[in-house]
């Protein structure tokens, strides 16, 4: 566990949000790997925190998934297997295409402005293969059609969901012709919530997760974790 770094603690927010954010953020860009255990004593030490906020942080990841406790063994980050990812998408389908039904039965002007700014990023970022901004303008775009979902419990649902398959995330936007594909797909999204079209919105947010289980299937299915 050699590559984290000691932390900023004027930080603003609270020191347990700060450690728990910047180890979930190890975890998904691969610094803290998959199977490796989690030493509360020296994360602490490369932190430059005590303890309890390492052992908060390390709950709270078990929480959504990011991390398993063993009985008598310890904590470790999660492995994710090919049938998880699976599972995960299948799920995630589901549940984007509720949000996004919702988001066109509740939009309102302002926000479909700031979504339509948000799919022209995205796309701009697209045609300059400019990968970690593809990656965050995706989130942005989604994130702000559960924000108009306006529903709290699902967009909690949702979040946990995304964590888990962040990894996959960088491979399938790393694909220059798949990336091509979401422009087009979030395109359809937008103009069906933009309609106040509840059923294609549904319809087509929820083939946009499908999509994406295809082309990892295509892609990673002899792998036996991601």
């Known amino acids: 566990m050699d590559n984290l770094t000691k932390l900023n603690l004027d930080n603003y927010k609270p020191l347990r949000d700060v450690v728990f954010e910047n180890l979930r953020t190890a975890i998904l860009e691969g610094r803290l790997r998959s199977g490796q255990r989690l030493m509360e004593v020296q994360l602490a030490e490369q932190l430059g925190v005590s303890r309890t906020p390492i052992r908060e942080a390390i709950r709270k990841l078990e929480l959504e998934g990011l991390v398993i406790m063993l009985p008598r063994k310890g904590a470790y980050v999660a492995d994710m297997s090919f049938k998880d990812l699976i599972d995960v998408l299948e799920i995630r389908a589901s549940l984007e295409g509720l949000a996004a039904s919702l988001a066109s039965e509740r939009r309102r002007d ?56 962040h990894r996959f995330r960088v491979t399938y936007v790393s694909d220059y012709e798949a990336s091509l594909s979401l422009v087009e797909e979030h395109n359809k999204i937008l103009q069906a919530i933009k309609d106040g079209d509840c059923e294609m919105a549904k319809k087509y947010a929820t083939e946009h997760i499908e999509l994406a289980e295809q082309f990892f299937m295509e892609n990673t299915a002899n792998s036996q974790q991601i």
């Open 110 to 165: 302002e926000d479909i402005i700031s979504l339509e700014k948000v799919a022209m990023e995205f796309e701009e970022s697209v045609r300059n293969a400019d990968v970690e901004t593809v990656l965050k303008k995706d989130v942005e775009f989604h994130e702000r059609i559960f924000a108009l979902a306006n529903n709290k419990k699902l967009y909690n649902l949702i979040n946990s969901l995304w964590e888990q398959v």
